[in-house]
Structures are given as structure tokens and as C-alpha cells.
């Protein structure tokens, strides 16, 4: 059965650092690529997931979305079946629950940071960013 587990997560002050990680049980993650997504508190839990970034399975190369570019970086450790999320200089906006997700392809890309294309979810950690 596959499984994702994401940790990490708590409040922080605006300007401090974070690294969550995605450990995945059940499923080798370096086969795949991984996303990270987040969703806001009070936003509609039918409204899409906003991507983070991703990171390939084949050759570990990244992609950010807009916001996240220069702050957010994301990396696999494969021995340990682990891939991690690490924010800096974060903002209250960055506040969110976040997940991680396994894909249907090993693309990583402005193509490819969409929730259809991922498969395996995580339950998410929350991610507090206020003084």
C-alpha cells in the first residue's frame, strides 16, 4: 500500500526557515516525480491545490512556481526514501497545509504541477507563518 507521510511542519516567524520532508512508504519515490502542493485555510476545499514545486524522478531536476522561485528548494534523499521541502524567508501568505504526491509521469515542469497529475497524496502538514 502505498503511503505518504509528510512532517515538519509548525509555526514560524515571517522571514524564518522550514524543511519538510515526504517519506513514502510502500513506493520507491526516485521512480517518480513528487510534487508539493499547498491549500490555505478558509479556501474551498473543492478549489484546486496551489503547486509548489517538483522535482523529477529520473534526473532530479526541479521546478518552481512563480512565488516560491529562490525561496523554496526541493531534493530527494533516495537511500532514505525521503524527498524534502525546504522554505526560506517565509511570508504569512506561504500559510497553508502542505502535501506531497506521487506522479503519473516522471515530468516536472509548468506542465506538469497540476493536482490531475498526481496520483498518491499525502495528509498534509500545516505550515504557520505570523508573529
Known amino acids: 500500500q502505498v503511503q505518504l507521510v509528510e512532517s515538519g511542519g509548525g509555526l514560524v516567524q515571517p522571514g524564518g526557515s522550514l524543511r519538510l520532508s515526504c517519506a513514502g512508504s510502500g513506493v520507491t519515490l526516485d521512480y517518480y516525480s513528487i510534487g508539493w502542493f499547498r491549500q490555505a485555510p478558509g479556501k474551498d476545499p473543492g478549489k484546486e491545490r496551489q503547486g509548489v514545486g517538483c522535482i523529477s524522478g529520473s534526473d532530479s531536476s526541479t521546478y518552481y512556481a512563480d512565488s516560491m522561485k529562490g525561496r523554496f528548494t526541493i531534493s530527494r534523499d533516495n537511500y532514505k526514501n525521503t524527498v524534502y521541502l525546504q522554505m526560506n524567508s517565509l511570508k504569512p501568505e506561504d500559510t497553508a497545509v502542505y502535501y506531497c504526491?506521487?506522479?503519473?509521469?516522471?515530468?516536472?515542469?509548468?506542465?506538469?504541477?497540476?493536482?490531475?497529475?498526481?496520483?498518491?497524496w499525502g495528509q498534509g502538514t500545516q505550515v504557520t507563518v505570523s508573529s
Open positions: 504526491a506521487t506522479g503519473l509521469s516522471d515530468g516536472c515542469g509548468p506542465l506538469h504541477l497540476y493536482p490531475a497529475d498526481f496520483r498518491s
